[in-house]
């Protein structure tokens, strides 16, 4: 039977040649079993030492618990998840019961303040000749979707008058009319806390959220 050289010329291996060798044939220690009952692998900072056998078996409860982890983490999305699905519903629910944009902004307001934890929201309607206002949010409306982060303050005023002095980060949701895709107004979510809304944070509920305002108004003619 012909034996593999590790060696050759008599020069030595770096550490990096011998990992790249063992990783390419995996079943060296199969045709030298031999050698694993030489081998010893100290305890890290231990000072003793232990075999490959326990070290494997070390190893493998390491990424056990690692993976243990990882599972809990995505359970514990999935819960979180699922209560934001039921506070969505509960929210959409309400504001499809309402009576008029008055009635539609109070449920909005309220259910934002109490199940989603916003310190201000506002409903900013555009008059036909508002292309002032339109200016001043061109980029959010061009971008046709919500943005979230720290509001630039000519607009936070305008969506929060005075109360945007205490807000330190928020939410703009652009509202679309579904038929032509027209930007009727915004939606303005302002918190105090710097950390609540930023730019990095997912945007599908706003998105939502904006669609279905854009279509109770359009419904009860207010736009």
């Known amino acids: 039977m012909s034996t593999q050289k590790v060696e050759t010329n008599d020069t030595l291996l770096s550490e990096q040649a011998v990992a790249e060798y063992l990783h390419k044939n995996t079943s060296f220690f199969l045709r030298h079993d031999h050698l694993l009952a ?13 075999s490959l056998i326990e070290r494997q078996v070390a190893v493998l409860r ?12 995505l359970t514990q999305t999935a819960r979180d998840n699922e209560h934001l699905l039921e506070r969505i519903e509960h929210l959409i629910l309400g504001l499809m019961e ?12 309220e259910g934002l303040r109490e199940d989603f934890h916003a310190d201000a929201v506002e409903l900013r309607l555009f008059a036909d000749d508002s292309a002032k206002e339109r200016e001043l949010f061109d980029k959010v409306i061009g971008r046709g979707e919500p943005v979230c982060g720290h509001i630039a303050p000519t607009q936070a005023h305008y ?37 609540r809304f930023h730019a990095e944070m997912g945007t599908t509920f706003l998105r939502y ?6 279509r109770l108004l359009r419904k009860d003619g207010t736009a």
């Open 98 to 109: 309402a009576g008029g944009d008055t009635e539609l902004l109070r449920r909005l307001r």
């Open 62 to 73: 390491e990424q056990r618990q690692e993976l243990k982890r990882k599972l809990q983490h």
């Open 159 to 195: 969506l929060f008058d005075k109360a945007a002095e205490e807000l330190a980060s928020g939410a703009v949701i652009p509202l679309f009319t579904p038929s032509d895709h027209h930007c009727i107004g915004l939606i303005g979510i302002g918190s105090i806390d710097p950390r």
């Open 38 to 50: 030489e081998l010893e692998l100290p305890h890290t900072g231990a000072g003793s030492a232990v």
């Open 209 to 214: 959220l904006g669609a279905v305002v854009a």
